[in-house]
């Protein structure tokens, strides 16, 4: 997939970039900065690996994908000369720097599609939509995600006009799956007193009724066999689910007391996908 939209400045010394390799000579490597309009990167031997080759054919060669480092910018020259190297990028910073690129072509996809139907061209929704998102937010389909969960009001807000923002809206719903995290644990609860079923059948009402809830968590207590208790949340939100167990748990314990429930414990179980 290639990218819709491209940067029109020049990259930074520092900066990381993802490039693909046209053409490979004895001193090194030509590439094409994937992001930027019209430019291209060279990657000196000395900067292609930490590791002995004879050959840059033996690391590199056309078509492959690679993050560099850019070394260095000479604006003086036309067009710029623009230098990168690979061997300063760590793994984890190229995976992460791969990711993003990816994150921006299905962001930049989505925009076209909704573009399309709005009756725009390419000039105009990059002005109009990928800019304002791009300079504020960075990451667009990140804002994209968030608008599916929260409304177009995100993308309003953000600088998109309103009718665009609402086609926007509506297309990121269509291609963004939002993924869901589900958090788990058992409670378990004896009560010896004679009306120890009720107390423990109480406390779980207040427990339940008291439970915050929105369109993107839901929260669910069940009996899986007494004295145990199953509570499970599900949401889109990680952090926020993580809280809400806490605060679920905290809650239990101080009714336990309340109500003179003489056990009680709490078992957590493993995180998984919903």
Request: aromatic share 6%.
């Amino acid at each position: 997939m290639a990218m819709v939209f491209k940067r029109r400045d020049l990259p930074e010394v520092g900066e990381l970039v993802v490039a693909r390799v046209k053409r490979v000579i004895p001193q090194g490597a030509y590439a094409d900065l994937l992001e930027f309009e019209n430019l291209e990167a060279f990657i000196p031997w000395s900067e292609i690996s930490t590791r002995y080759f004879r050959d840059v054919r033996e690391v590199l060669r056309e078509g492959q994908i690679v993050v560099g480092k850019v070394i260095r910018v000479d604006k003086r020259k036309r067009p710029p000369q623009i230098d990168i190297s690979i061997k300063r990028v760590s793994e984890s910073e190229r995976r992460v720097r791969i990711m993003r690129w990816k994150r921006d072509q299905k962001a930049q996809k989505i925009i076209e599609l909704a573009a399309k139907k709005a009756g725009l061209d390419l000039q105009e929704a990059y002005e109009k939509i990928w800019l304002p998102l791009y300079e504020k937010f960075r990451d667009v389909l990140s804002t994209l995600e968030d608008c599916v969960l929260k409304g177009p009001g995100v993308l309003i807000e953000a600088g998109v006009p309103e009718d665009l923002a609402k086609i926007l809206w509506e297309e990121a719903r269509r291609h963004i799956e939002i993924k869901r995290v589900k958090i788990a644990g058992t409670l378990v609860l004896r009560c010896y007193k004679p009306d120890g079923v009720h107390r423990i059948k109480k406390l779980l009402m207040e427990l339940e009724s008291s439970v915050p809830r929105d369109e993107h968590t839901s929260i669910r207590i069940i009996s899986v066999g007494a004295p145990r208790y199953r509570i499970d949340i599900v949401s889109t939100d990680y952090k926020k689910a993580e809280k809400i167990l806490s605060e679920v748990v905290e809650k239990a314990k101080k009714l336990a007391e309340e109500l003179g429930i003489e056990e009680f414990d709490f078992r957590r179980e493993e995180v998984s996908r919903a």
